[in-house]
């Protein structure tokens, strides 16, 4: 099986910054695309950002020039390294892998637990 094991969440102040990483474990042959994701209360899950295994990237246009996603095929690792954080960038920040546990296999979509950001103002 797959596991996702996020980290790096925590409580900053507007203006702020943190790095959170995903590290993708188990039966794993490649790995696709490696997203980042969050959710705020009483709202719906966003995209935040994704990178794809070619390193091509995407952003919402409310992080764009803020965030940076960045990945270690080596380590089966996703980064997200958020600057000057902002109260609306509060949320539940959950990872989604894109992957073949085997070269016969389909691709499949895995999720990490998620882990809490949350900005004061």
């Known amino acids: 099986q797959v596991q996702l094991v996020e980290s790096g969440g925590g409580s900053v102040q507007a203006g702020g910054s943190l790095r959170l990483s995903c590290v993708a474990s188990g039966s794993i042959f490649s790995i696709n695309v490696m997203r980042w994701y969050r959710q705020a209360p009483g709202q719906q899950r966003e995209l935040v950002a994704g990178i794809t295994s070619d390193s091509t990237t995407t952003y919402a246009d409310s992080v764009k020039g803020r965030f940076t996603i960045s990945r270690d095929n080596a380590k089966n690792t996703v980064h997200l390294q958020m600057s000057s954080l902002k109260p609306e960038d509060t949320g539940v920040y959950s990872c989604?892998?894109?992957?073949?546990?085997?070269?016969?296999?389909?691709?499949?979509?895995?999720w990490g637990q998620g882990t809490q950001v949350t900005v004061s103002s």
């Open positions: 989604y892998v894109d992957l073949r546990t085997d070269w016969r296999a389909i691709r499949r979509a895995f």
